[in-house]
């Protein structure tokens, strides 16, 4: 019988209750690499799902993701004059926090380029793509809405069409889909009291004017919604989208929307590395500085536990040295029981993470290159943990069989 075997079974209760342990702990160690996974792909999840060749954003600012951009609306226009575009869409993004049956309901709201943008692309659990200009929206199904379901932002109503599935912000908020008109229009909601005092400082300020003075009449064009002034500019975009015609020169596109004093241009890529090296790569360090500390422990853990084990049967050690076993079967005894710690506690993490990781707020991914990684890392934690249980059974000298 293998001497390993025989002496778990020895120490069965001991041994499982150590391996149920190590196993939550590396369960927690390749969460924290699901974690991180889940947040890139957060992050990255609109650049690659839109597939927009280029972002035209505020200038001197890093994109609708990373900070505030507000562009012109007839930014759409002037980048479709440019050879070599193929289309342009609008794009607008922001965040907004309602309640919804007394619970926080936060909501990044997206604004689609109605016609040229219906959310054909978005991959809808159930439901269809917007099919007007207004009043219906798109929800991701962590936002838990129901299809069909009608709900309240500022004073309008939207019907719930379709339910998406993982479309998460960079931030973890599920995702509303709705036209650019009505994002535009939810994103300027006020109240009626704070519409009010502005039409009256509006007007206050037209009195104190020398045109007011000069054509009182123009006075009554204040306390007019701001739509409806022509003075007053359309709301902006957060950026513009744009597409190039098959063949185009990306990089001369790119110098061309470079060269507007107004605005910044970045690839799909570059936008996508900005998300990456920002916030991303903060919580990347932080996660793999965790993870590390986590690993260790691990091993210190296991180091203790068998040279534990090896310290109750130095009595029977010394036995089999006195018998004349070889030092290859005893330190086969310590790193064979090092192995199947190792292992089974590898494989609890895994099994329990499959279960628990669902139920995180934030999805965990689990990606095979770092579950390889992680078993290898297992693997070498193992064998280093066992030496310190191998140098204690060397030192045993067979006389202390006798004693």
């Known amino acids: 019988m293998n001497l390993a075997t025989r002496d778990i079974r020895h120490n069965l ?91 926080p309901l936060r909501i990044a709201v997206l604004g689609l380029s109605w ?85 009256a400082s509006r007007k206050a300020r037209g009195e104190r004017s020398e045109m007011g003075l000069q054509q009182p009449s123009n006075l009554d064009l204040a306390e007019r919604p701001s739509t409806e002034l022509p003075a007053i500019s359309r709301p902006q975009l957060t950026a513009v989208m744009v597409t190039l015609a098959p063949g185009a020169d990306l990089d001369q596109i790119t110098r061309i929307f470079s060269g507007w004093g107004d605005v910044s241009v970045f690839t799909k890529a570059g936008q996508r590395e900005l998300l990456l090296k920002g916030s991303v790569e903060k919580i990347r360090r932080q996660i793999g500085l965790f993870k590390i500390l986590l690993t260790v422990i691990a091993a ?30 005893i330190l086969g005894l310590i790193m064979q029981q090092a192995l199947v710690l190792g292992v089974l ?32 890392i297992v693997l070498v934690i193992s064998i280093a943990s066992s030496l310190l249980g191998i140098w204690k059974a060397m030192r045993v000298s067979p006389n202390e069989a006798l004693s």
Do not use: C
Not at 34 to 44: N, P
Not at 136 to 161: F, H, P, R, W
């Open 13 to 103: 209760g001991r041994f499982a209750l150590t391996t149920l342990g190590v196993g939550m702990l590396l369960m927690v160690v390749m969460g924290m690499g699901g974690i991180y996974r889940g947040i890139v792909e957060d992050a990255t999840l609109l650049i690659d799902k839109i597939g927009a060749d280029l972002w035209i954003v505020q200038k001197h600012t890093r994109g609708p993701f990373a900070e505030l951009s507000q562009v012109p609306s007839n930014l759409t226009q002037r980048a479709l004059s440019v050879p070599g575009v193929l289309s342009t869409r609008d794009f607008i993004y922001h965040t907004i926090q309602r309640v919804k049956n007394d619970k």
């Open 115 to 199: 016609p040229t943008d219906k959310g054909e692309w978005i991959p809808l659990k159930s439901g269809r793509p917007l099919g007007q200009n207004h009043f219906e929206m798109i929800a991701d199904e962590s936002l838990g809405l129901q299809l069909g379901e009608t709900v309240k932002l500022g004073k309008d109503y939207y019907l719930v069409v379709g339910i998406s599935q993982s479309m998460i912000s960079s931030n973890g908020d599920g995702i509303g889909f709705f036209t650019v008109a009505d994002a535009q229009t939810i994103q300027s909601d006020a109240v009626g009291e704070a519409v009010r005092l502005e039409r």
């Open 300 to 329: 210190v853990i296991m180091a203790l536990i068998l040279y534990t084990l090896t310290l109750d049967k130095l009595h029977s050690i010394a036995l089999l040295k006195l018998i004349g076993a070889p030092n290859s079967v």
């Open 345 to 376: 506690g590898f494989g609890i993490a895994y099994l329990l993470g499959k279960q628990i990781f669902p139920l995180f707020p934030r999805r965990v991914i689990l990606v095979e290159s770092d579950l390889y990684q992680l078993g290898v």
